[in-house]
T-cell receptor, first 111, second 113 residues
């Protein structure tokens, strides 16, 4: 069945460091891929998405490219801020009505 | 304001006492879903609904019931809660299913003793 694997956390970075959170997926067909972010005490909210191969999603300085050849959707940001501290979830949504989420990666950014 | 609301936000109950967590959305979305979030396991889908009176099981449906009598509401029912249902629960909605952006409620933290 469909699945999502993302790097385990926590990830701890200093402010202005470069961020990469790896995400790979297994799916039949051509799913849409998402990154959601969860701030402390809140529900998830969409960070960015890509709906087909080679699409790049971007938002708030974060980027991820839908790589079909490597079945990956890695999240990157060039310079993280303390306010980026949160849990990040990679997810896929395919032809079925299900959405599959990864386990989440907690990010801590130190001032 | 477009939003998904859940009530209650926090609930402590005892084993076997039936409870309902309500969920409502004001975006006229067709698709609604319930997830539970547990440490190290991410979000797991409990049930989802493609439209009024149409529901289906997710990955962890045991011990839960749902109904979709109106488009905006999708309550989660625990007929006989057990301690292994202690978790953080999220309701979500989207235009049409998993390929679309989902909008999440603020969560309900449930403790079953």
């Amino acid at each position: 069945g469909d699945s999502v694997t993302q790097m385990e956390g926590p990830v701890t970075l200093s402010e202005e460091a470069f961020l990469t959170i790896n995400c790979t997926y297994t799916a039949t067909g051509y799913p849409s891929l998402f990154w959601y972010v969860q701030y402390p005490g809140e529900g998830l909210q969409l960070l960015l998405k890509a709906t087909k191969a080679d699409d790049k999603g971007s938002n708030k300085g974060f980027e991820a490219t839908y790589r079909k050849e490597t079945t990956s959707f890695h999240l990157e940001k060039g310079s993280v801020q303390v306010s980026d501290s949160a849990v990040y979830f990679c997810a896929l949504g395919g032809g079925s009505f299900k959405t599959i989420f990864g386990a989440g990666t907690r990010l801590f950014v130190k001032a | 304001e477009a939003q998904v609301t859940q009530n209650p936000r926090y609930l402590i109950t005892v084993t076997g006492k039936k409870l309902t967590v309500t969920c409502s959305q004001n975006m006229n979305h067709e698709y609604m879903s319930w997830y539970r979030q547990d440490p190290g396991l991410g979000l797991r889908q409990i049930y989802y609904s493609m439209n009024v009176e149409v529901t289906d099981k997710g990955d962890v449906p045991e011990g839960y019931k749902v109904s979709r009598k109106e488009k905006r509401n999708f309550p989660l029912i625990l007929e006989s809660p057990s301690p292994n249902q202690t978790s953080l629960y999220f309701c979500a909605s989207s235009l049409q299913g998993g390929a679309y952006e989902q909008y999440f409620g603020p969560g309900t933290r449930l403790t079953v003793t």
